[in-house]
């Protein structure tokens, strides 16, 4: 794996643990590098809300091919395990079928195959013979890390989803000596009239692409970390080439480079079919394993009669 890649993917969990000194933090979002002269965008958040919407609905469909590396793990428990770089596929159908499939390096075998249409997820592990099914939700996270990848977390990564309620917006400027940033900070109301902290997206002032977007549970806590560079224009609709996902309490990473790109060229449905392998044990996320069958009681033998 170059070096490049494996330093942007393990800074991924250092973020959740800022007591390692040993991670040094490296961000994707852009410096100013000290360029006074290099002029700012002064813009109001309902622009920048317009620009999230009109990214978003740009793209009804895609085709892509990436290169993904997956980073398992967990920085606050000194547990992490850095996986090659895969050559994936991904497809996407609005509004919310996507279809992510990862082939090892060199031998293009299979390493994991999910999809999911935006309330269930289907993911095949071949090398463990292992067929899972269940809701996108994680009601319990499974001990290895690979099981807890959710088709569904990547694509609200993907596609950065337009914001609901433009009077639950607050927008925040960010710009010191260094760093030049909008964030819109996005709430929501929960059933007992507090305000939550929902989402917040950041955008370039150079160019006010989106450079972040953090997603929060209830708790205030960080559901995922999404950063974004190097955006491109793909039959006329914007898609940043490189994507760095964090899911620290999911405790994977996944960093992907876009190789090729095709939208709005239209996706087959039979892309979206996952069917468990035969031979593959089948296990259903939220359901107990089935109880194994009782041992027969142990009766000696009967005594020969002299």
């Known amino acids: 794996m170059p070096l490049r890649r494996i330093a942007a993917a393990i800074p991924l969990f250092c973020l959740i643990s800022l007591g390692l000194s040993s991670c040094a933090i490296q961000r994707v979002i852009s410096r100013r590098g ?46 992490i395990t850095e996986y090659k770089d895969f050559r994936a596929y991904l497809y996407f159908r609005g509004p919310a079928d996507i279809r992510i499939l990862g082939l090892y390096p060199a031998i293009r075998g299979t390493a994991f195959d999910m999809v ?16 899972v099914v269940g809701k996108n939700d994680i009601a319990e996270r499974a001990e290895n890390k690979l099981e807890n990848l959710r088709p569904q977390h990547l694509l609200d990564a993907l596609l950065v989803r337009p914001l609901s309620n433009p009077d639950r917006i607050l927008m925040e400027n960010f710009t010191d000596e260094e760093d030049a940033f909008y964030i819109l900070n996005e709430v929501q109301e929960d059933g007992g009239g507090q305000l939550l902290l929902k989402r917040a997206i950041w955008f370039n002032r150079l160019n006010l692409s989106v450079a972040r977007q953090l997603i929060f549970d209830s708790a205030g806590d960080i559901l995922s970390d999404a950063r974004y ?31 090729k790109m095709d939208i709005n060229k239209g996706v087959a449905a039979e892309k979206f079919v996952l069917n468990q392998p035969e031979g593959t044990t089948l296990r259903v996320v939220g359901q107990a394993p089935a109880p194994a069958p009782p041992r027969p009681a142990f009766a000696p033998p009967p005594r020969k009669k002299k």
Do not use: C
């Open 116 to 131: 999911s249409n935006g309330m269930d997820f289907k993911l095949h592990i071949p090398y463990k013979s292992l067929f």
């Open 229 to 259: 560079d190097q955006w491109r224009y793909f039959d006329n609709a914007p898609f940043a080439k490189h994507i760095e996902i964090n899911r620290p309490q999911d405790e994977y990473g996944v960093v992907i480079d876009v190789v």
């Open 34 to 79: 000290g360029s006074a002269a290099q002029p700012l965008i002064t813009t109001d958040k309902a622009t920048l809300a317009a620009i999230v919407a009109r990214n978003y609905n740009l793209v009804r469909d895609f085709s892509a091919t990436a290169d993904m590396t997956p980073v398992m793990g967990s920085a606050e428990k000194n547990k």
